[in-house]
């Protein structure tokens, strides 16, 4: 496996946030976390998003530019500061939660519920993987990343930060992720829509949506962050319509991305005619306790049931249209999720869910 495999999406290790989520793991903890993952392809023939392997990426970097060995994050984070904050000139720009919160103009992430509620929820900054997803900035602070960016690589105030070699690198397609039209480079998805190139990426940390996009031949580029989850089908919409409009061509995602919304928020609204709030006491309590991985399945005061790690936590709510108990995820990163817990003749006690994303997660109640 090459450095660049790492940065580009071929690695051939499939995603596995359940490995760091809500882990709190060190630098050094994630980058060891990659050996324990079984490989689905070879490196460099196959598209898997993986935010360990960006992650391990950035703290490698940090050890190429001198950093210790456990004291990665810290240099990393140091560097970045110095390196791409200061230079560009994105002075609210920030690496750590207390940062984050320190600041008294800082958005205040939501959550969408199976009930369909849009809900403010509290910050929770895993630094885990802070080089795949860490940086806390507003949209002028990114709009001056962009423009370095699109300068090739000079910033607003006329200083060069990286080679122009370097930056187009990694604006260079090297692995396909659909084989009509997208491809992944370090960083960057290169996209062909109806004839235009776009430069771009987006992603999620928990209650927030962020998405950055240029178009390299016009010089044109435009960022957009949100304070909800869920905020794909939006982010999509403006991507593909600031598109059409900037070249002139007829609108066609306006009504389809609306038209997709509107089937999640009906199909959504199945599912939680499907399930009840009620959780007796007696049919979960062989369930509640620790479990391998630092989960928690808690019942409330209020018989509310819960999967809890670290700062992240689930509502379960018992499903009603299977011929055996299991349950839904009610809230966050799993919404709609089933949730299975087996007994065992030996008298274990297993947890498991299936992800949206793919994820499967297998879990033994301690004892």
């Known amino acids: 496996m090459q450095f660049r495999h790492l940065l580009n999406m071929s690695s051939g290790l499939p995603r596995a946030d359940l490995v760091w989520s809500d882990m709190n793991l060190t630098a050094e903890e994630v980058m060891t976390s990659l050996a324990d993952l079984p490989p689905w392809a070879a490196p460099g023939e196959t598209f898997y998003y993986n935010n360990q392997a960006v992650a391990t990426a950035g703290y490698m970097g940090a050890l190429a530019a001198g950093g210790k060995y456990g004291q990665l994050r810290g240099t990393y984070n140091d560097l970045m500061r110095q390196r791409i904050f200061k230079p560009i000139g994105m002075t609210h720009a920030s690496l750590t939660l207390s940062e984050l919160l320190a600041n008294p103009n800082h958005a205040t992430p939501h959550d969408y519920t199976m009930a369909g509620e849009i809900v403010a929820i509290s910050n929770d900054n895993d630094s885990s993987i802070t080089p795949a997803g860490g940086i ?4 002028t602070d990114m709009a001056r990343f962009l423009i370095t960016g699109i300068n090739g690589g000079i910033t607003p105030n006329g200083r060069r930060i990286v080679t122009t070699r370097n930056l187009t690198e990694t604006w ?39 998405l950055i996009a240029f178009y390299p031949d016009a010089h044109v580029g435009f960022v957009l962050l949100s304070n909800r989850l869920l905020g794909k089908w ?13 070249y002139g061509l007829p609108d066609s995602v306006t009504e389809l991305y609306s038209q997709q919304y509107q089937f999640f928020k009906e199909t959504l609204a199945v599912d939680y005619a499907n399930v009840t709030t009620i959780i007796t006491a007696t049919d979960v309590s062989s369930y509640i306790g620790n479990y391998e991985g630092k989960w928690r399945v808690e019942l409330r005061p209020d018989d509310t049931l819960w999967v809890v790690r670290g700062t992240g936590e689930w ?24 949730v299975e817990f087996v ?25």
């Not at 403006?238 to 409009?245: A, C, G, I, N, S």
């Not at 509502?315 to 089933?338: E, H, Q, V």
């Not at 065992?344 to 297998?362: A, I, K, N, P, R």
Request: charged share 20%; net charge neutral.
């Open 136 to 139: 806390n900035a507003n949209v």
């Open 172 to 210: 260079r397609p090297q692995i396909d992720v659909s084989l009509d039209r997208t491809s992944y480079g370090m960083g960057w998805i290169t996209e062909r829509y109806r004839g235009v190139t776009i430069m771009w990426h987006e992603g999620d940390v928990l209650g927030y949506k962020a």
């Open 234 to 246: 939006f982010a999509y919409s403006v991507l593909y319509h600031f598109t059409e409009t900037l």
């Open 315 to 338: 509502r379960l709510l018992l499903a009603t249209d299977g011929d055996k108990p299991y349950y839904k995820i009610y809230n966050g990163y799993g919404l709609d999720s089933p």
């Open 343 to 367: 007994s065992h003749e030996d008298g274990s006690v297993t947890m498991q869910f299936w992800l949206s994303s793919g994820e499967h997660g297998l879990y033994r109640k301690l004892k």
